[in-house]
């Protein structure tokens, strides 16, 4: 598929508005040509797919994660502890470092004993898996700085030793070694997309959790606003080849030379909780528009949201796979920014039009795709829960849209 965004040219340009304080490591990913709404800026398969814990392999395809179903689901013949949806799965298999520590017993589980460790070993025993040229190319996407050790986890040189006791030697990738475990970690903190279990009605967020990650090369580049003009997309239980791929859609029309931004977690995050995981995770603090506002706030005033939780580290944000980051939700909605009547908060019209209001969600709504003539499309959909809403539908009012206050 032709992607409108040129990964390839200089998109470094003066005077595209005030540039966020990030990392300073990748060039922003700005629109060459102008994108109408709802129109797919990239569709991209991943280049890593693994397990988000040990408890997946029991409820997910180890190949493709769609969720199993128990008549169908057919066992890894060597390590039997993971299953495949369909023959077609079973043949292309799951990593084979990963299948290897799993056919030794217990010897993965007692290695990871919590999910978060568990998270970090599944991802190095299958980046190890893959073949050279996509090891490479994981390596050469942006690092974030390595965080202090949180308790319950374990660092880069211990993860390391659970790595060489678990793989087979001669299993193990040339130049294998704890610097190249620790830049790999690095690459996974900052680039890996959460792909969700199944959304179900009334659910909230605190629950939902990922049943795989996914490293794409090209969507880690998107940059973070908390008033994204653009959200990303998966499908991983439709049918047929490409469910784990990766669609990036635009929110609303976005002008030529503006940088196209995704946001790395819920949209209705508070100030103070955007601001701890951006650090936290990215290594910058965000500068946006938006943040800017918030930052004036009275402390009070940022602790009343009910929707916005920083603990729900599972859901949209892990939307996780990308650097950098410049202003880029105004544009293409000046106008509409003044329809929010919150003098406080100039942005609300943007929490009614395209955050997700059904209960406990929160997903961002972008309209799908135009038709083939170009006509742009008046429904919208969430890309959490799949909700479609038609755009002359009553929008909620301003105070159940999540908009934190």
């Known amino acids: 598929m032709h992607n409108k965004i040129d990964f390839f040219t200089e998109l470094i340009r003066k005077g595209l508005g005030k540039c966020v304080a990030k990392l300073a490591v990748t060039a922003p990913l700005v629109d060459c040509v102008g994108v109408s709404k709802g129109e797919v800026l990239l ?10 814990t040990l408890a997946s392999l029991t409820s997910y395809c180890s190949a493709c994660f769609r969720s199993l179903s128990p008549n169908v689901a057919a066992p890894c013949h060597s390590c039997r502890a993971a299953a495949f949806c369909s023959p077609a799965c079973a043949a292309a298999s799951h990593p084979r470092l990963l ?9 993965l589980a007692a290695a990871a004993p919590i999910e978060s460790i568990q998270e970090s070993l599944l991802f190095l025993l299958s ?22 050790p949180a308790p ?13 006791a678990l793989a087979p030697p001669h299993m193990l990738p040339p130049g294998f070694s704890p610097d190249f475990t620790a830049a790999l970690l690095a690459k996974d903190r900052g680039n890996s997309f959460a792909i969700m ?5 009334g659910m909230s967020l605190e629950l939902l959790k990922a049943r795989a990650y996914a490293v794409y090369h090209r969507a880690s580049l998107f940059n973070h606003d908390c008033l994204p003009n653009a959200c990303h997309f998966d499908y991983p239980d439709r049918p047929g080849p490409g469910n784990t791929d990766i669609v990036v859609r635009a929110l609303h029309d976005i002008p030529e030379g503006r940088e196209v931004c995704i946001s790395y977690f819920a949209a209705n995050w508070r100030y103070t909780d955007r601001q701890r995981r951006l650090l936290e995770d990215y290594g910058f603090p965000c500068e946006c528009d938006r943040c800017q506002v918030e930052s004036q706030w009275k402390d009070d005033d940022d602790n009343g949201d009910d929707g916005g939780n920083g603990n729900e580290d599972e859901a949209m944000e892990e939307e996780d796979g990308e650097e950098e980051g410049e202003d880029g939700g105004d544009d293409g909605m000046e106008e509409e920014g003044d329809k929010g009547g919150d003098d406080d908060f100039p942005h609300a019209y943007f929490f009614v039009r395209y955050l997700c209001d059904s209960e ?5 709504l972008a309209p799908l ?20 809403r038609k755009e002359e539908d009553e929008m909620p009012d301003e105070g159940t849209s999540g908009m934190p206050h």
């Open 360 to 364: 406990g969600c929160w997903g961002m």
């Open 369 to 388: 795709p135009p038709s083939p003539n170009g006509e742009p499309s008046h429904v919208f959909e969430c890309n959490l829960c799949g909700k479609m």
């Open 197 to 201: 279990e199944p959304y179900r009605p």
């Open 99 to 107: 299948c290897a520590a799993l056919c030794n017993g217990g010897a």
């Open 43 to 52: 569709s991209e398969s991943p280049i890593l797919l693994y397990p988000a």
């Open 152 to 164: 319950g986890t374990q660092d880069p040189a211990g993860l390391h030793a659970a790595v060489a």
């Open 127 to 148: 980046a190890y898996s893959l073949p050279e040229p996509s090891i490479h190319a994981i390596l050469s996407l942006s690092s974030a700085p390595a965080p202090a």
